[in-house]
């Protein structure tokens, strides 16, 4: 959240289904303290079990997208609506659905590919976040279906207006205020009218309100109290996947912003810019592909002494945490390939390189990958190399290519068949020494570059 990334949204969610809470709560009469508390234990204990699991295993096995999917927050909400069964019982928790409902958008991963799909923008933050707020002032408002679609029609013609204002007025403002302003503004504006309303035609009295002082149905929450406290400190125990939210290595000067310097050692057969990578790393994210042949032919790297080919894959963006955020096979079409685990490789001038394999079963080729990031203190840098084990001229790459929803199906295979489908147990680094030593030139080059432009 400190970063101003789409996180910001998320006590907005709390807000929010607080709202529509507090509306359903208005409109529900005394109920009859009749409880099944063994259902209420039975159904608690398992949701409880699955909050555990989901944080416990699933976390750590989906450490390389664990920005992208967060579900520590699916497992928040399974966590927080196993309380609420296990303190207050499975009927009076079920009648507050809607909320429930909305609470469920704390996990991010749906709001992530929307926000996508409309253009990755600060207005698309907005939107998307938008929606949940008039869904929101619908439930909050709902004592017909008539008076439900009123105030969510009000809601969005408030939340539109303040983002049009914002739009228009302040573009430049933070992500923050384009998610909060048109989201708070509309149910509150909109519940106010509708409130007035309500009031005028007496449909609302003040002795609605006194339906928020009631006694607790239930008389046995004292044990589920102490069930939670202590499952809730256990899970808080659990190591969530870390990351990192600026480079490890700052080169000041560093050439950020446009294609890669050429080493000595390469010539540049092609490059090229991706424009919707704005849509992925901000509206100044950029995205570049150079392809490159080494002058001379190396019997190391081909039996016939050709020179072999990489490409390389640049983006900048002066937002880092979204490396973390999306990942390769976001920006990637590699629905179906096979990865290896990263292994650490110590680059020149300090850089951290990540050598792994790149498996396409279908094209019987393997892809050889070293990534790594840096910045110059102001704007980061990610690079991605790239070689393959056909050592033709004609050798085919994987394209950059913002494919959202192959890749959603993707993460869902995953995640629901586990990771033997999309990894690669046994990797074979063919062509380790070609592209640790293309890394090593290409690092060189940069440094050397940064250098001239700090000299003049």
Same mark, same amino acid.
């Given at each position: 959240?400190?970063?101003?990334?789409?996180?910001?949204?998320?006590?907005?969610?709390?807000?929010?289904?607080?709202?529509?809470?507090?509306?359903?709560?208005?409109?529900?009469?005394?109920?009859?303290?009749?409880?099944?508390?063994?259902?209420?234990?039975?159904?608690?204990?398992?949701?409880?079990?699955?909050?555990?699991?989901?944080?416990?295993?699933?976390?750590?096995?989906?450490?390389?997208?664990?920005?992208?999917?967060?579900?520590?927050?699916?497992?928040?909400?399974?966590?927080?609506?196993?309380?609420?069964? %296990?303190?207050?019982?499975?009927?009076?928790?079920?009648?507050?659905?809607?909320?429930?409902?909305?609470?469920?958008?704390?996990?991010?991963?749906?709001?992530?590919?929307?926000?996508?799909?409309?253009?990755?923008?600060?207005?698309?933050?907005?939107? $998307?976040?938008?929606?949940?707020?008039?869904?929101?002032?619908?439930?909050?408002?709902?004592?017909?279906?008539?008076?439900?679609?009123?105030?969510?029609?009000?809601?969005?013609?408030?939340? %539109? @207006?303040?983002?049009?204002?914002?739009?228009?007025?302040?573009?430049?403002?933070?992500?923050?205020?384009?998610?909060?302003?048109?989201?708070?503004?509309?149910?509150?504006?909109?519940?106010?009218?509708?409130?007035?309303?309500?009031?005028?035609?007496?449909?609302?009295?003040?002795?609605?309100?006194?339906?928020?002082?009631?006694?607790?149905?239930?008389?046995?929450?004292?044990?589920?109290?102490?069930?939670?406290?202590?499952?809730?400190?256990?899970?808080?125990?659990?190591? $969530?996947?870390?990351?990192?939210?600026?480079?490890?290595?700052?080169?000041?000067?560093?050439?950020?912003?446009?294609?890669?310097?050429?080493?000595?050692?390469?010539?540049?057969?092609?490059?090229?810019?991706?424009?919707?990578?704005?849509?992925?790393?901000?509206?100044?994210?950029?995205?570049?592909?150079?392809?490159?042949?080494?002058?001379?032919?190396?019997?190391?790297?081909?039996?016939?002494?050709?020179?072999?080919?990489?490409?390389?894959?640049?983006?900048? @963006?002066?937002?880092?945490?979204?490396?973390? *955020?999306?990942?390769?096979? $976001?920006?990637?079409?590699?629905?179906?390939?096979?990865?290896?685990?990263?292994?650490?490789?110590?680059?020149?001038?300090?850089?951290?390189?990540?050598?792994?394999?790149?498996?396409?079963?279908?094209?019987?080729?393997?892809?050889?990958?070293?990534?790594?990031?840096?910045?110059?203190?102001?704007?980061?840098?990610?690079?991605?190399?790239?070689?393959?084990?056909?050592?033709?001229?004609?050798?085919?790459?994987?394209?950059?290519?913002?494919?959202?929803?192959?890749?959603?199906?993707?993460?869902?295979?995953?995640?629901?068949?586990?990771?033997?489908?999309?990894?690669?147990?046994?990797?074979?680094?063919?062509?380790?020494?070609?592209?640790? @030593?293309?890394?090593?030139?290409?690092?060189?080059?940069? *440094?050397?570059?940064?250098?001239?432009?700090?000299?003049?």
């Amino acid at each position: 959240m400190g970063t101003g990334n789409l996180m910001v949204y998320l006590p907005l969610v709390f807000v929010l289904a607080g709202v529509a809470a507090l509306g359903i709560a208005l409109r529900v009469g005394r109920e009859l303290p009749i409880h099944d508390r063994q259902a209420d234990a039975i159904v608690g204990g398992l949701l409880l079990i699955i909050a555990v699991v989901t944080q416990g295993l699933l976390n750590p096995r989906y450490s390389n997208v664990y920005l992208l999917l967060h579900l520590d927050l699916l497992s928040l909400w399974v966590f927080i609506l196993a309380g609420s069964v %296990l303190m207050f019982g499975l009927r009076p928790t079920g009648r507050y659905w809607q909320a429930w409902v909305i609470l469920l958008t704390m996990f991010p991963f749906p709001p992530r590919l929307l926000i996508l799909i409309f253009g990755g923008s600060t207005v698309a933050a907005g939107l $998307v976040v938008l929606v949940v707020a008039v869904v929101a002032a619908a439930t909050a408002t709902a004592r017909s279906s008539r008076r439900a679609l009123t105030g969510a029609l009000l809601a969005a013609l408030v939340g %539109l @207006t303040v983002l049009a204002i914002l739009h228009v007025g302040f573009p430049g403002a933070p992500r923050a205020v384009y998610i909060w302003l048109p989201s708070v503004a509309a149910p509150v504006i909109a519940g106010l009218i509708m409130y007035h309303d309500s009031s005028r035609t007496g449909l609302v009295t003040r002795r609605m309100f006194d339906r928020l002082d009631r006694p607790l149905a239930t008389s046995t929450a004292r044990r589920p109290a102490i069930v939670l406290l202590l499952v809730g400190a256990a899970v808080h125990f659990i190591q $969530v996947p870390t990351f990192a939210v600026q480079p490890a290595v700052e080169i000041p000067h560093l050439q950020i912003g446009r294609p890669l310097t050429v080493p000595p050692q390469w010539r540049e057969v092609s490059v090229r810019e991706y424009d919707w990578a704005r849509r992925v790393y901000g509206t100044d994210g950029l995205m570049y592909r150079q392809e490159l042949v080494a002058l001379d032919g190396n019997p190391a790297w081909d039996r016939a002494n050709r020179p072999r080919k990489i490409v390389a894959d640049t983006i900048s @963006t002066n937002r880092p945490i979204l490396f973390s *955020v999306y990942p390769v096979n $976001v920006v990637y079409n590699l629905v179906g390939d096979r990865f290896s685990d990263d292994v650490p490789i110590d680059l020149d001038h300090g850089v951290q390189g990540r050598l792994s394999t790149l498996v396409d079963d279908s094209a019987l080729l393997t892809y050889t990958r070293m990534t790594w990031w840096w910045g110059d203190g102001a704007r980061a840098q990610g690079i991605q190399l790239l070689s393959v084990d056909d050592h033709q001229a004609g050798a085919v790459f994987p394209q950059p290519e913002l494919t959202t929803v192959a890749n959603v199906n993707s993460v869902l295979s995953v995640l629901f068949r586990g990771n033997a489908i999309a990894q690669d147990r046994d990797p074979n680094f063919k062509d380790r020494d070609l592209i640790v @030593t293309a890394a090593n030139q290409i690092i060189d080059a940069q *440094v050397e570059a940064a250098g001239r432009a700090a000299a003049s």
